[in-house]
């Protein structure tokens, strides 16, 4: 019995499941195009070629918004409908309209299934939302290499 609470307690001060460079989100947060608005490490995007993304490492959002949010988009903002089904199979902000287009309002990029976006969402869940300031090995991780000059900041 202590021997199975000991390997409980260091199962839970492990962290998360994935290490920040093998977490199966991360490729699809830099291929959805994340970064380009919420910043690297969801730090808040500051582009000029791209809006400005909120911070996603402060506050907490559950499962359920962030699955709609990168589902659906947010009509009438920047923030795309990444699902491939959005708004034609899968009903986003009341509508659903299988052989009409979208409405003006949806940025509709529609480009990665259900499973793409739970595990973009399960990496935000794991990897970005709440976890304060960035760090290096967390910088390193995302870039690739320590001496990436954002990771030199840090």
Request: hydrophobic residues 40%; contains cysteine; glycine residues 12%.
């Amino acid at each position: 019995m202590m021997r199975a609470l000991t390997l409980l307690t260091l199962l839970l001060l492990a962290g998360p499941a994935y290490p920040q460079e093998a977490h199966p989100g991360l490729a699809l947060w830099k291929a959805f195009g994340c970064p380009d608005c919420h910043g690297a490490l969801g730090q808040g995007g500051a582009s000029v070629e791209f809006p400005k993304g909120p911070n996603l490492r402060r506050g907490y959002q559950d499962r359920a918004f962030l699955t709609e949010m990168v589902s659906c988009g947010r009509p009438g903002t920047p923030m795309p409908a990444f699902l491939d089904v959005a708004y034609t199979q899968r009903m986003c902000a009341g509508w659903l309209r299988p052989n009409e287009p979208v409405p003006p309002e949806v940025n509709r990029l529609g480009v990665f299934t259900a499973a793409e976006v739970a595990a973009v969402v399960q990496y935000v869940l794991d990897r970005i939302q709440g976890m304060g300031e960035i760090s290096p090995s967390e910088c390193a991780a995302f870039y690739g290499d320590a001496g990436h000059p954002d990771c030199a900041r840090r």
